[in-house]
């Protein structure tokens, strides 16, 4: 097997260095472009709810509406589970 030269080496070395290096930035340009999308949707709903304040009142009721179907959701879900249960043991 060929031995790599020290200037080869450090030449691969450089080029990997730089192709991780490319890759890093990729994704922290990828995360920045999520942060300012995720900054400019709360700056607009800032805006409109500023703008509407009846807004913050349908928003709190739709989520208060959202919570209690979700919890109704679960409960039924367990009920679900606890009869399939029940009727794999009187099988057994």
Do not use: G, H
């Amino acid at each position: 097997m060929a031995r790599q030269e020290p200037q080869e080496r450090n030449c691969d070395n450089m080029l990997k260095t730089v192709e991780d290096l490319n890759r890093d930035l990729e994704k922290f340009l990828e995360e920045i472009e999520k942060l300012t999308v995720q900054a400019t949707w709360m700056a607009y709903d800032m805006v409109v709810m500023r703008t509407n304040p009846d807004l913050t009142n349908y928003m709190k009721r739709l989520e208060d509406a959202f919570l209690n179907c979700r919890l109704e959701m679960e409960k039924k879900w367990q009920e679900v589970l606890k009869e399939s249960k029940d009727e794999e043991q009187k099988k057994e």
